[in-house]
């Protein structure tokens, strides 16, 4: 391990989280600036101090968020948000909270928030494990959404991989009883990573013989049109907590 003391700021450092017992090591995102729209930043200063839930080191208090002790389902990496605004419309009974670090995608739910009256989405920016470790209680999320997620694919990048052992812990660990994961790629050999180490973490069981059948109540987004469009093979997974 090195030592994170004679480390420059900045530099990425491997080091283990003793609160939690995890390995953190470098971020599982790029943190791209994209450029923001006009409307995409106008909605981001308005709305923001409103849909957003600060990053602090404490305990998120979901029926305050929410107003109700409706489930909550977590997204992680929303992007643009296509999905995540359609699944929250579809669904008023189910409380999202998607968590994304790039400001273009936050900005544009925000604006489909206001723009759809929605009362069950909210936001935080900032790291997802993070926030999953210091800010979401054990037992207390009914689902996680990962859609698309970086693939990673070089081999020296794989330990950048958001679904991958003892992150899939953690998952396990926030999930009530009959919650869920469901990952989706279009990546071959991440959609086989993934189902190894979901298939490994304690706690969770498939609920399908290997890959999953499409969930139709999730949207195809334009991404995903895109890819099917060039024969790219979509796969999912979906595992429950047992």
């Known amino acids: 391990m090195q030592d994170e003391k004679n480390t420059k700021p900045g530099e990425n ?69 296509q999905a995540t605004v359609e699944i929250a419309k579809n669904n008023p009974d189910i409380n999202y909270l998607g968590i994304e670090v790039h400001k273009p995608g936050v900005g544009a739910v925000l604006g489909e928030i206001k723009r759809l009256e929605l009362k069950n ?20 999320v009914s689902g996680f959404h990962i859609f698309f997620a970086d693939p990673w694919p070089k ?20 999930l009530v009883k009959g919650g869920y994961v469901y990952f989706v790629t279009d990546w071959q050999e991440y959609a086989d990573f993934a189902l190894e180490e979901l298939s490994a ?11 999953a059948e499409h969930q139709t109540w999730r949207p195809l987004t334009k991404f995903e049109k895109k890819g099917l469009n060039a024969d790219r093979k979509i796969n999912e997974l979906f595992f429950e907590k047992v």
Do not use: W
């Open 13 to 81: 450092v491997e080091k283990k989280d003793f609160k939690s017992g995890l390995y953190r090591t470098i971020k599982t995102y790029v943190l791209r600036q994209g450029r923001l729209t006009s409307a995409q930043e106008r909605d981001y200063n308005e709305l923001s101090p409103v849909y957003c839930v600060p990053f602090k080191q404490e305990l998120i208090d979901f029926k305050r968020v929410f107003g109700n002790d409706n489930p909550v389902i977590i997204e992680i990496g929303f992007g643009m948000g």
């Open 121 to 140: 989405l909210y936001i935080v920016q900032y790291d997802a494990l993070d926030v999953l470790e210091q800010m979401i209680k054990d037992e207390s």
């Open 201 to 211: 973490t304690e706690g969770l069981k498939n609920k399908y013989e290997g890959f």
């Open 155 to 174: 081999k020296k990048h794989h330990k950048r991989r958001l679904v991958q052992r003892p992150r899939t812990n953690l998952f396990e660990k926030k």
